[in-house]
């Protein structure tokens, strides 16, 4: 089974701190993508990336950054954290020609 | 208008029945749709593809309607363990770009 972990499950940060969300696949993925999701938003797309040191913006790019240095890896950056910025993350994985997505586990972020 | 839109719910039914969730998508160029299935508190799980042509897994049935850019899901015979968030999603372009309603709560009760 292809699997995607992210570091953390839980997150509190500071308003102001710069934030690491790790995200690691296993099955030697090409695509990978951040979401954030909202109670009644739904999932948004923040960044994806089609190959290393790749990225695109997705829908809600602002206020993050992200880093694909391998394969394996795709981070996600919180370059100054905002109150407006507590969300659940998820990361997601998906090989070039199979369309489904695996999802990690999430990261519940806050901050405060 | 949302790219994809979906009846958030929720929706109560008790073991056994049929449901139908519905869910529309704005951009006629899409080519590929999906249900995905999401437990409380934890990431969502592609339930299955949709096809122009309907297909069934067992007891859910999900139909694609191009023309009306319309997608369903049907569970039949519903389970207590089907209780979840059902997601709609749809492929607007070839490179994986994906695009996600926001779901429907479905609880099924004894």
């Known amino acids: 089974d292809v699997k995607v972990t992210q570091s953390s499950r839980y997150l509190v940060k500071r308003t102001g701190e710069k934030v690491f969300l790790e995200c690691v696949q296993d099955m030697d993925h090409e695509n990978m993508f951040w979401y954030r999701q909202d109670p009644g938003l739904g999932l948004r797309l923040i960044y994806f990336s089609y190959d290393v040191k790749m990225k695109e913006k997705g829908d809600i790019p602002e206020g993050y950054s992200v880093s694909r240095e391998k394969k394996e890896r795709f981070s996600l950056i919180l370059e100054s954290a905002s109150t407006n910025q507590t969300s659940m993350y998820l990361c997601?994985?998906?090989?070039?020609?199979?369309?489904?997505?695996?999802f990690g586990s999430g990261t519940r972020l806050t901050v405060v | 208008r949302k790219e994809v839109e979906q009846d958030p719910g929720p929706f109560n039914v008790p073991e056994g029945a049929t449901v139908a969730f519905n869910c529309t998508y704005s951009?006629?160029?899409?080519?590929?749709f999906f249900w995905y299935r999401q437990d409380c508190r934890k990431e969502p799980k592609l339930l299955m593809s949709?096809?122009?042509s309907g297909n069934e897994d067992g007891r859910f049935t999900a139909q694609l309607n191009r023309a009306s850019q319309y997608i369903s899901l049907l569970i039949r015979d519903s389970k207590l363990s089907d209780s979840a968030t059902y997601l709609c999603?749809?492929?607007?372009?070839?490179?994986?770009?994906?695009?996600f309603g926001a779901g429907t709560r479905l609880t099924v009760k004894p």
């Open positions: 951009n006629s160029a899409s080519q590929s």
């Open positions: 949709v096809y122009s």
């Open positions: 999603v749809v492929n607007i372009l070839s490179n994986n770009d994906m695009r």
């Open positions: 997601a994985s998906s090989s070039t020609g199979d369309y489904g997505y695996t």
